[in-house]
């Protein structure tokens, strides 16, 4: 079951948030498998910085979890002041320098559909962007029952 987690907008490392919240589900019973977080939020637009998604990267890569991004709302970004930052993007760059790196193309994950940013709410067309030879694997036997899939 998902445990939602509140992260501070203010903090720029995460690990200790992470570290209690995983605790708090192991001791529930319910180890962690994943993170999942919505950048940009909905409904308020917040942007996580490069630094926190690092974070957030860093520390699933280091807990062996999961990291899923769904950036779904990645073109609204109305403040010409705001700078999106795409979560496989930033653990591409700064996957070699953490702990777990070896495991980057296993677990981290981003989800995008066209629903949102090109105003086709009826659209029911997503992709999932993963280097997980694993998950491509398990996609591709799903696959049979899609209409389009992508491929490497």
């Known amino acids: 079951s998902a445990i939602p987690v509140h992260l501070d907008p203010k903090q720029q490392d995460y690990s200790s948030s992470l570290d209690a919240a995983a605790a ?3 001791a529930a019973g319910h180890p962690v498998a994943a993170v999942m977080f919505t ?3 909905n409904p308020t637009g917040r942007l996580y910085s490069r630094k926190q998604i690092s974070s957030i990267v860093g520390w699933c890569l280091r807990s062996k979890v999961h990291c899923v991004s769904d950036e ?9 002041s705001a700078q999106f930052f795409s979560t496989a993007h930033v653990a591409q760059q700064d996957a070699s320098s953490m702990e777990g790196s070896q495991h980057a193309d296993d677990l ?6 066209f629903s949102k940013d090109f105003c086709a709410s009826g659209l029911r067309l997503g992709c999932l962007y993963t280097k997980s030879e694993a998950l491509n694997g398990g996609l591709n036997n799903v696959s ?3 209409r389009w899939v992508g491929r490497k």
């Open 24 to 26: 708090a589900a192991a």
């Open 39 to 41: 950048h940009p939020d």
């Open 72 to 80: 779904i709302y990645a073109n609204s970004v109305f403040s010409e």
């Open 108 to 113: 981290v994950h981003v989800v995008f559909g």
């Open 144 to 146: 049979y029952f899609c």
